[in-house]
């Protein structure tokens, strides 16, 4: 029986400039996906989405398609994004925390009162240490044994980095909740005020009317 997905790979595997962009085209919007929740924002994004691809297509003639093809460009783009980690967290500053407060409901599920959308813009703004570790650990499945080979950190500072991460996490996953609630009752006030405005002119043209 053929495999219709070895197939695939073997054309992939070609290298040409036509199985290239044949390739771009299937996995760039579900890499791009990995690349904006590593990075801060879409310009960062868009770099190690690049330089990702350019990895992919020097390397993919030595694919030897005994396992996932997805997988394998998987993991060459989170080790992208962690180089990516390795040449900016020296130059950033991980930003003083000592006002949040360390709660032990790490495992409480708050993530899922947002959209996708909505929690990886709140990822972004995540320091990039705490994000990267975030990513690794919770997305990603790896350890943190493995996040600490990968970043050059020891276990104890991986776990501190996750559990600052969700601290974060919770505190605007929270203030966001009660932005969406209070945005109703504001509109509401509007068109209360609005509807006191139009009965008060009414009250006024017929009281000229009268006169």
């Known amino acids: 029986m053929i495999n219709a997905g070895k197939v695939l790979n073997e054309e992939y595997l070609k290298g040409t400039q036509e199985t290239n962009e044949l390739l771009y085209r299937h996995f760039a919007p579900k890499m791009y996906g990995i690349c904006l929740r590593f990075a801060g924002n879409p310009m960062d994004a868009d770099d190690i989405l690049q330089e990702g691809f350019i990895k992919i297509f020097s390397k993919i003639k030595n694919f030897r398609n005994e396992g996932s093809l997805e997988g394998w460009i998987r993991r ?28 032990d409901n790490s495992n409480e599920v708050i993530y899922d009162k947002i959209s996708r959308e909505e ?13 990267t570790v975030f990513n690794l650990n919770i997305l990603e499945g790896y350890t943190h044994k493995e996040i600490g080979v990968m970043l050059g950190i020891s276990d104890n500072t991986s776990k501190s980095q996750l559990t600052r991460a969700r601290a974060i996490l919770q505190k605007k996953v929270q203030n966001l909740l009660i932005e969406k609630i209070k945005i109703p009752f504001e509109d509401m006030k509007i068109v209360q005020k609005s509807r006191r405005e139009l009965k008060t002119l009414e009250a006024e043209k017929s009281y000229s009317q009268a006169v």
């Open 76 to 103: 060459t783009f989170i080790n992208t994004a962690i180089n990516f980690y390795r040449k900016n967290a020296r130059n950033l500053k991980m930003g003083s925390l000592d006002d949040i407060e360390l709660t």
């Open 119 to 131: 929690l990886l813009n709140l990822l972004q703004e995540l320091p990039i240490g705490y994000r």
